[in-house]
């Protein structure tokens, strides 16, 4: 095994991952948690279920999913300790997804076991939210930067230091407080559902549950939080001229605005499926993104080159992180 094909096989692995990270989130407003019963890992006793309803086909869609997620990662663990030295970028980012996924699976099944599914809003999954979430985020992060490291040839994990930390750190902060409140208004809406947009504001007025007050915290951190990101973006395209950099910032941006409309018109349209999907796909990729960009700007930093200058060749694909690192292939 080379390194030479590695980032084509890590991207896929990211890839694929993403899309069963968003099946897990559709297993979760379609209220299937509980389709495969309190049984785990098997599926109502079975290692395929024998009935045809629609719950249990999709929480057992995301449970071999799942399996097959835990497979390739460990795959790309494996193939990143063959193809990079000791203590390389792409070997710590490769074992942190090893690492996450399996708690990642371990959320699972704790949620399925003892029953924190479907519309259940005990006060131990409110709890337990923000644990899994930071967990999946942080799965995805690590997924994303093995391959981005892979891809532009990054052999040092970047210092977590300096002013460019302290520049990305609260809006990374800041993304991960805005998924958990937006976790517990996708469990308010599901186990609450209004109507219409005034039957949803007059929950406010005499709520039946603690969750109708948590709901309400999260378009309130969204306006911070979209300001925190588009403030960074707007600052690392006006200090590098690198493409990469750029281009990370203008799409960071992009997706904090469109996070803004896509909120509150979902809230609108009264919570449909799709709107709910890709209002949370929007937030994986504006996490996704906001890791890449501050990751590289950091690499670019500890590599010796300084802001406002000519970091690429034309028609050249090139990272001041590339540019410094010590490749393995």
Known sequence: MTAKRFPAFAWGVFGYSLLVILWGYFLRISESGDGCGTDWPLCHGAVVPATAEFPTWVEFIHRASSGVVLLVVLAMFIWSLRAFRPGHAVRKAAGASLLFTVTESLFGAILVVFGW????????????????????????????????????????????RGPDLRAVGPALVGLLLLAWTGSWTGLATTAFPAESVRDGMGQYLDPEHILIYLRISHPVLAIGVVWLVLRFAQRMRTEFEEPVFRALALGIGALAAA????????????????????????????W??????????????????????RMATPGRRSSPARGSARSLQ
């Not at 939210?129 to 990054?154: D, E, G, Y």
């Open 117 to 160: 599914v479907a519309t259940d809003v005990s006060a131990a999954r409110i709890a337990i939210r923000p644990f899994h979430v930071t967990n999946t985020f942080l799965l995805m992060a690590a997924l994303a930067l093995t391959a981005w490291w892979a891809w532009w040839k990054v052999d040092r994990v970047p210092p977590l």
């Open 259 to 286: 996070q803004l409309v896509l909120g509150p018109l979902t809230v609108l349209l009264m919570n449909p499926v799709w709107a709910r999907l890709l209002h949370l796909l929007v937030a994986d990729l504006l």
């Open 288 to 309: 996704i993104g906001l890791v890449l960009l501050g990751a590289s700007v950091l690499s670019g930093r500890s590599a010796g080159f300084s802001a406002t200058s």
